[in-house]
């Protein structure tokens, strides 16, 4: 009796379940950069010659614009008559919009694969002869090609900039004429003033010795700091060496640097290392000042490096005097 039961149970059991069931192994979706199955329907019904049907498919490679990579159009002819169909525009098909799959069922482990595929509606058009669209590829340039790419794939944007383009082309014969003519009217000597004017590192820079072996070679320190200008900071420096002055309130570099010359063994460099410390301490403390000076002013002139930084110097220079004779 339990037997009986038992397969009643099972038997009403089996009938629930569907006759076609099977299990979803995994879902393919469209890459971009590869090629996916074709739905394809023809607006004027079945095509006759299909065995004669050769297909393109055209993608869109925008860098710029990443979304528009989906973007196909795909052309088939049968020899007679031309098949044009896209998936993208303002007149959009609303079976295309919508995302398709195909199912690929395996009867013997009762499992399917979707893969994600586009559908095409095909216009028929013209005919026009593939030999004629590479003749004619071929025969324009890069910008035109370009441009050819923009006023199929592109938007609004790229078809209004394909046209501003058009409107501004101009003959290359005219414009050579008007540069002569332009060039007729320059007057050599203002040119020659111009670069008289014009500044340049080289005025300001000392010499360089561009084959010096050594680094320190390269710019003498004489001609960067006269001697005449380090003597003045000899007493300071000795100072600094008998550790009867403090170094705070100078800035970092000046700190470090006179800390680096104290572990010299040779008084004499430490001493001159301490100075040139002290002459680069004394530099920015005038800059410093300069720009506080000018900080109010909005306005700021063209700046001559040179001679700026000369009256800067001789104003130190006259301030120290004046100190002196008091």
Do not use: W
């Amino acid at each position: 009796m339990d037997n009986s039961l038992n397969n009643l149970s099972s038997t009403s059991e089996k009938k629930k379940v569907p006759k076609r069931t099977f299990v979803i192994e995994d879902v393919i979706v469209k890459d971009y950069d590869k090629m996916e199955p074709c739905l394809v329907q023809f607006s004027n019904g079945v095509v006759k010659d299909t065995s004669k049907l050769e297909g393109k498919l055209l993608r869109n490679m925008s860098e710029k614009h990443i979304r528009r990579r989906s973007e196909r159009i795909l052309t088939v002819s049968n020899g007679n008559m031309t098949y044009t169909g896209k998936n993208f525009g303002d007149n959009i098909d609303p079976n295309i919009a919508n995302r398709n799959f195909l199912g690929i069922l395996d009867k013997n482990t009762n499992k399917m694969k979707l893969i994600e595929m586009s559908t095409f509606i095909m216009h028929p058009q013209l005919d026009i002869r593939p030999q004629a669209v590479d003749s004619f590829i071929s025969s324009l340039k890069q910008g035109e090609k370009r441009s050819l790419l923009n006023e199929t794939f592109g938007g609004r944007r790229e078809r209004a900039t394909v046209k501003n383009i058009e409107a501004r082309q101009f003959d290359v014969h005219d414009m050579a004429g008007a540069l002569h003519d332009m060039t007729q009217k320059i007057d050599t000597e203002d040119m020659e003033e111009e670069f008289e004017e014009a500044f340049s590192y080289d005025d300001i820079l000392p010499p360089c010795d561009r084959d010096a072996n050594l680094v320190e070679n390269v710019y003498k320190l004489a001609d960067i700091i006269p001697d005449m200008e380090l003597v003045l900071y000899n007493d300071e420096a000795v100072e600094y060496m008998d550790n009867k002055k403090d170094t705070e309130g100078l800035s970092l570099l000046v700190r470090q640097t006179i800390a680096n010359a104290k572990l010299s063994e040779d008084e004499e460099e430490t001493a001159k290392l301490i100075c040139i410390a002290l002459y680069i301490q004394n530099l920015i403390r005038v800059i410093t000042n300069e720009i506080q000076r000018n900080s109010c002013v909005k306005i700021v002139p063209k700046i001559n490096p040179k001679k700026d930084f000369d009256k800067i110097y001789r104003r130190k220079k006259d301030d120290e005097v004046k100190n002196i004779r008091r």
